[in-house]
């Protein structure tokens, strides 16, 4: 089956000292980055997708500020697709779809921040066009929210998008996704 990899908005401003800081965005990263060597190693397809923020108003992933810069754990190389986005779906007013149609994809691995936004946007259109969506969720971070004066922890909000998700997509650590592709 052709399987592509889609890493979503795994940028600075998510990290340590960024804009946005996740919770734990450096254990996701890594193991995004074991997903993105698992796919170089086997020569298939890799979309970067990078978020920039031109709404009135946005505090970050601004144009023109280090934020926008991914990780150094899944830095795009020469040949992979980088795809730039507006929205949180990332095929919405993008060529993410006609791209992985070229590309004749049949199934997408799909990680990346946040969870609770581009994620799951994301995973949801994916599986609305017909792609089949192995989610590593272990390798997607995302951060406490608020909500009419409830506070809730990162940890609840991931859990709750991931239970949701599973209608979507097949919700898997990065072991399991891994294990997948050998199958």
Same mark, same amino acid.
């Given at each position: 089956?052709?399987?592509?990899?889609?890493?979503?908005?795994?940028?600075?401003?998510? *990290?340590?000292?960024?804009?946005?800081?996740?919770?734990?965005?450096?254990?996701?990263?890594?193991?995004?980055?074991?997903?993105?060597?698992? *796919?170089?190693?086997?020569?298939?397809?890799?979309?970067?997708?990078?978020? @920039?923020?031109?709404?009135?108003?946005?505090?970050?992933? @601004?144009?023109?500020?280090?934020?926008?810069?991914?990780?150094?754990?899944?830095?795009?190389?020469?040949?992979?697709?980088?795809?730039?986005?507006? *929205?949180?779906?990332?095929?919405?007013?993008?060529?993410?779809?006609?791209?992985?149609?070229?590309?004749?994809?049949?199934?997408?691995?799909?990680?990346?921040?946040?969870?609770?936004?581009?994620?799951?946007?994301?995973?949801?259109?994916?599986?609305? @066009?017909? *792609?089949?969506?192995?989610?590593?969720?272990?390798?997607?971070?995302?951060?406490?929210?608020?909500?009419?004066?409830?506070?809730?922890?990162?940890?609840?909000?991931?859990?709750?998008?991931?239970?949701?998700?599973?209608?979507?997509?097949?919700?898997?650590?990065?072991?399991?996704?891994?294990?997948?592709?050998?199958?």
């Amino acid at each position: 089956m052709n399987t592509a990899l889609i890493l979503i908005d795994i940028q600075m401003d998510y *990290f340590p000292g960024g804009r946005m800081e996740l919770e734990n965005p450096l254990e996701a990263a890594s193991r995004a980055g074991r997903l993105l060597a698992a *796919f170089r190693q086997r020569r298939w397809p890799t979309v970067h997708i990078q978020h @920039l923020s031109t709404r009135p108003g946005a505090t970050f992933f @601004l144009p023109d500020t280090d934020g926008i810069a991914f990780h150094a754990s899944i830095a795009p190389q020469a040949g992979e697709t980088v795809i730039v986005k507006h *929205f949180p779906n990332a095929f919405r007013e993008t060529g993410l779809l006609d791209h992985l149609r070229g590309l004749k994809a049949e199934r997408l691995v799909v990680c990346g921040s946040m969870t609770h936004m581009c994620v799951d946007a994301t995973t949801r259109a994916a599986a609305d @066009l017909g *792609f089949p969506v192995l989610l590593a969720a272990d390798a997607c971070a995302t951060r406490a929210l608020a909500y009419g004066g409830i506070q809730v922890p990162a940890a609840h909000v991931q859990a709750a998008f991931l239970a949701a998700l599973k209608s979507y997509a097949q919700v898997l650590s990065t072991d399991e996704v891994l294990a997948q592709l050998d199958a």
